[in-house]
């Protein structure tokens, strides 16, 4: 099992950043990649952003190409969004998610409990 716990999230005013931080504990070492999702109020969970904890590869939904960063930490236990020049169509529940990539596509084995980030107009 690998246990993910985020942070970071909170209200800030369009055009702000904020940085999430997610923490992976467990069985870290059958993780090949980690993810943030989000879902926003009567809408389906969207694909963030993912990096692959090996060579560092990253890749990012168009809605955010440009504005957000995902990195990780030194050690395989930790992996962060930056975001820059929020909108409020951004506003939403974060989620961490740690998994493998098949053809090209994410897909997360397991989810953290989120953080709410709130962009205010």
């Known amino acids: 099992q690998v246990q993910l716990v985020e942070s970071g999230g909170g209200l800030v005013q369009a055009g702000g950043s904020l940085r999430l931080s997610c923490a992976a504990s467990?069985?870290?070492?059958?993780?090949?990649?980690m993810a943030w999702f989000r879902q926003a109020p009567g809408k389906e969970r969207e694909f963030v952003a993912r990096?692959?904890?090996?060579?560092?590869?990253?890749y990012y939904a168009d809605s955010v190409k440009g504005r957000f960063t995902i990195s990780r930490g030194n050690v395989k236990n930790m992996v962060f969004l930056q975001m820059n020049s929020l909108k409020p169509e951004d506003t939403a529940v974060y989620y961490c998610?740690?998994?493998?990539?098949?053809?090209?596509?994410?897909?997360?084995?397991?989810w953290g409990q989120g953080t709410q980030v709130t962009v205010s107009s």
């Open positions: 467990g069985r870290t070492f059958s993780v090949y990649a």
């Open positions: 998610a740690a998994g493998a990539v098949l053809s090209g596509t994410f897909t997360p084995n397991y």
């Open positions: 990096i692959s904890w090996s060579l560092g590869r990253t």
